[in-house]
T-cell receptor, first 115, second 116 residues
Framework: KAGVTQTPRYLIKTRGQQVTLSCSPI?????VSWYQQTPGQGLQFLFE???????NKGNFPGRFSGRQFSNSRSEMNVSTLELGDSALYLC??????????????FGPGTRLTVL | SQQGEEDPQALSIQEGENATMNCSYK?????LQWYRQNSGRGLVHLIL?????REKHSGRLRVTLDTSKKSSSLLITASRAADTASYFC????????????????FGTGTRLTIIP
């Protein structure tokens, strides 16, 4: 089976712009989670989707949003980018309907740089 | 906020030696997982231990869990240069009212360097 794929792998944006990141989970996985990784804050949970529904959300401002499609692919959007949004954004999928109760399979990440 | 704190933050050992990393967390959990990350890439799942388990093995990895102390340790035996990476523990806090919909909270990580 192909692993979790994320596009694009690298992205450079300027402050005030918006960005959309895409994640394709492993075939058959219906739970998709997003994480932000920065040197200062480490790995932080953004949100988790299952069957097109957001089941859990981390402590991020409303500028961060996401969605999941019927084929389980997911997108996250960040509007009005700030310098502090520069980070590695990781997507993970799980085969379980119980989300994080089982192992997460991570994609390679999207490196976002905000100038 | 970080649920887990790894100790030490960085560890350098000679190839062939054993490496031990510790993780402490704050709240009751369903399970604890360990992940490896190479140079800012995606995370690779290493091992998962449930809250009712005390020890688990996988190849050269041995994980222990002490729920009374809210701590876990990861032992890598006979280390290899390829083990050089950052290691993270991750927990999902138990929530009776929201079971199954928890989120993974990662620790701060241990940077392991294996010296050939």
């Amino acid at each position: 089976k192909a692993g979790v794929t994320q596009t694009p792998r690298y992205l450079i944006k300027t402050r005030g712009q918006q960005v959309t990141l895409s994640c394709s989970p492993i075939s058959g996985h219906r739970s998709v989670s997003w994480y932000q990784q920065t040197p200062g804050q480490g790995l932080q949970f953004l949100f988790e989707y299952f069957s097109e529904t957001q089941r859990n959300k981390g402590n991020f401002p409303g500028r961060f949003s996401g969605r999941q499609f019927s084929n389980s692919r997911s997108e996250m959007n960040v509007s009005t980018l700030e310098l502090g949004d520069s980070a590695l954004y990781l997507c993970a999928s799980s085969p379980s309907s119980w989300g994080t109760y089982n192992e997460q399979f991570f994609g390679p990440g999207t490196r976002l740089t905000v100038l | 906020s970080q649920q887990g704190e790894e100790d030490p933050q960085a560890l350098s050992i000679q190839e062939g030696e054993n490496a031990t990393m510790n993780c402490s967390y704050k709240t009751s959990i369903n399970n604890l997982q360990w992940y490896r990350q190479n140079s800012g890439r995606g995370l690779v799942h290493l091992i998962l231990i449930r809250s009712n388990e005390r020890e688990k093995h996988s190849g050269r990895l041995r994980v222990t869990l002490d729920t009374s102390k809210k701590s876990s340790s990861l032992l890598i035996t006979a280390s290899r240069a390829a083990d050089t990476a950052s290691y993270f523990c991750a927990t999902d806090a138990f929530q009776l009212s929201n079971f199954g919909n928890e989120k993974l909270t990662f620790g701060t990580g241990t940077r392991l360097t294996i010296i050939p």
